[in-house]
């Protein structure tokens, strides 16, 4: 993968992997792995869909980020993820911004998901609050983990071992960010059928969102019936299947309309509705306010 790839319909830049090339300064194993120091040359100033998961930890300065829309103040001691198919945007960044950044590519994610028990409540809890402020402890022995695997890079270029030893090593770093986050007592816990299903239905509200709204469609794609993918969605969120599929719907609209010159007739048809008032609907439904009037709270 060369090219930065962009979103069909948008123009909203959505970055694979391959954005760190960009970097001037980079420890990679290609398609896999990389670590850095700086976001200088990334273009995160504009909205990006990232094709990468992210961990980023700040040991100086500052700076305000977007997450799906959502804003953070990410300062020294901060501890911030992103997940795949999110869209960023970073601005205000300080002089001395200084932080340490590990990034995984998605078949390096599918690579690492199996080695841990399933974390499915913690990760939609990150999900939700994507920023850790840590403690003087907790951030030394965090940033010393990152520069140990940083080492590792520089260590290991001619070992024809190298991906397995730094992926062991992102491993342990990982469990210790999740034992920051969870109640050992509960922190390995063996793979519930409703956990994985969930996880399933997640990942296909992900790619097909925008052609495909009804709870059947991924219902179907599980082999289940749409009951029973509302009761496992309730069961693990509190939320049914519905709702999180509105809602995806719901935050992929607010990004169109705000980062896209395309008139809100269009932002419909993008995302399947069959015509502008009904979008209108769902949106006020969703959001609370008009398109029109959403996208005038965004200029």
Same mark, same amino acid.
């Given at each position: 993968?060369?090219?930065?790839l962009f979103h069909k319909n948008t123009n909203i830049r959505t970055a694979d992997f391959s954005i $760190?090339? $960009?970097? +001037?300064?980079?420890?990679?194993?290609?398609?896999?792995?990389?670590?850095?120091?700086?976001? @200088?040359?990334?273009?995160? !100033?504009?909205?990006?869909?990232?094709?990468?998961?992210?961990?980023?930890?700040?040991?100086?300065?500052?700076?305000?980020?977007?997450?799906?829309? @959502?804003?953070?103040?990410? !300062?020294?001691?901060?501890?911030?993820?992103?997940?795949?198919?999110?869209?960023?945007?970073?601005?205000?960044?300080?002089?001395?911004?200084?932080?340490?950044?590990?990034?995984?590519?998605?078949?390096?994610?599918?690579?690492?998901?199996?080695?841990?028990?399933?974390?499915?409540?913690? &990760? $939609?809890?990150?999900?939700?609050?994507?920023?850790?402020?840590?403690?003087?402890?907790?951030?030394?022995?965090?940033?010393?983990?990152?520069?140990?695997? @940083? #080492?590792? *890079?520089?260590?290991?270029?001619?070992? /024809?071992?190298?991906?397995?030893?730094?992926?062991?090593? $992102? &491993?342990?770093?990982?469990?210790?960010?999740?034992?920051? +986050? /969870?109640?050992?007592?509960? %922190?390995?816990?063996?793979?519930?059928?409703?956990?994985?299903?969930?996880?399933? *239905?997640?990942?296909?509200?992900?790619?097909?969102?925008? =052609?495909?709204?009804?709870?059947? *469609?991924? %219902?179907?794609?599980?082999?289940?019936?749409?009951?029973?993918?509302?009761?496992?969605? =309730?069961?693990?969120?509190?939320?049914?299947?519905?709702?999180?599929?509105?809602?995806?719907?719901?935050?992929? %609209?607010?990004?169109?309309?705000?980062?896209?010159?395309?008139?809100?007739?269009?932002?419909?048809?993008?995302?399947? *509705?069959?015509?502008?008032?009904?979008?209108?609907?769902?949106?006020?439904?969703?959001?609370?306010?008009?398109?029109?009037?959403?996208? #005038?709270? %965004?200029?």
């Amino acid at each position: 993968m060369n090219n930065i790839l962009f979103h069909k319909n948008t123009n909203i830049r959505t970055a694979d992997f391959s954005i $760190l090339n $960009l970097l +001037r300064e980079v420890s990679m194993f290609p398609d896999k792995i990389a670590m850095f120091n700086s976001l @200088k040359e990334l273009g995160l !100033e504009n909205y990006v869909k990232v094709q990468a998961a992210a961990l980023l930890l700040v040991r100086r300065g500052s700076v305000d980020v977007e997450l799906d829309l @959502k804003h953070y103040k990410l !300062e020294a001691g901060s501890l911030f993820v992103v997940f795949p198919e999110q869209v960023v945007r970073a601005k205000n960044v300080s002089e001395n911004f200084d932080p340490i950044c590990i990034a995984c590519s998605k078949n390096m994610i599918d690579e690492l998901i199996i080695r841990f028990d399933d974390t499915t409540r913690l &990760i $939609l809890k990150i999900r939700e609050n994507p920023l850790m402020q840590l403690e003087r402890v907790e951030f030394e022995q965090m940033n010393s983990s990152f520069e140990f695997l @940083k #080492k590792k *890079f520089e260590t290991t270029d001619m070992n /024809s071992c190298r991906l397995q030893i730094l992926k062991n090593y $992102l &491993i342990g770093l990982l469990y210790e960010c999740i034992g920051m +986050r /969870s109640d050992p007592a509960t %922190a390995d816990v063996v793979k519930s059928r409703g956990q994985v299903l969930f996880s399933q *239905f997640i990942d296909l509200v992900v790619e097909h969102h925008r =052609e495909q709204h009804s709870v059947k *469609f991924y %219902a179907d794609e599980l082999g289940i019936t749409p009951k029973y993918l509302s009761a496992v969605a =309730e069961e693990q969120t509190g939320k049914n299947a519905k709702r999180w599929i509105d809602e995806h719907i719901a935050l992929d %609209a607010k990004v169109l309309l705000r980062s896209s010159s395309r008139d809100i007739q269009k932002v419909s048809k993008i995302l399947n *509705f069959p015509d502008v008032s009904f979008f209108g609907k769902f949106f006020k439904r969703l959001v609370g306010v008009s398109p029109k009037a959403y996208r #005038k709270t %965004a200029e």
